[in-house]
């Protein structure tokens, strides 16, 4: 079964960078569609950024677009996908959720992933 972990998050103020991290192991096949998803409080789960095995067109929300990059780094058993978080904002605050799926397309909906990791807080100070 994948395996989803996240880590790299923490406080920061205004203007700020953070990059986190994704380690998802275990796929069946050598293709995979990797996502960030972030939920603030009283809010929905909010599609981010997301990259597949292909690494063609990787997608940004418009929220985010500019200022925050997803990439990838295929070792062995272990594909690790990292967002790089500039130019942080109050608004960027929220749980930051990792998912995977054993397919090679960029995804965006939340539905369409099967594994999900538990979530790093990213906060950002005004």
């Known amino acids: 079964e994948v395996q989803v972990v996240e880590s790299g998050g923490g406080l920061v103020q205004t203007g700020g960078s953070l990059r986190l991290s994704c380690a998802a192991s275990?796929?069946?096949?050598?293709?995979?569609?990797i996502g960030w998803f972030r939920q603030a409080p009283g809010k929905e789960r909010e599609s981010v950024s997301h990259?597949?095995?292909?690494?063609?067109?990787?997608?940004?929300a418009d929220s985010v677009k500019g200022r925050f990059t997803i990439s990838s780094d295929n070792a062995k058993d272990t594909v690790t996908v990292y967002l790089q978080m500039n130019s942080l904002k109050p608004e960027d605050t929220a749980v930051y959720y990792c998912?995977?799926?054993?397919?090679?397309?960029?995804?965006?909906?939340?539905?369409?992933?099967?594994?999900w990791g538990q979530g790093t807080q990213v906060t950002v100070s005004s």
């Open positions: 275990g796929f069946t096949f050598d293709y995979w569609a």
């Open positions: 990259i597949s095995s292909s690494r063609n067109s990787p997608y940004h």
């Open positions: 998912a995977a799926a054993n397919i090679d397309r960029v995804l965006t909906a939340e539905y369409e992933y099967d594994y």
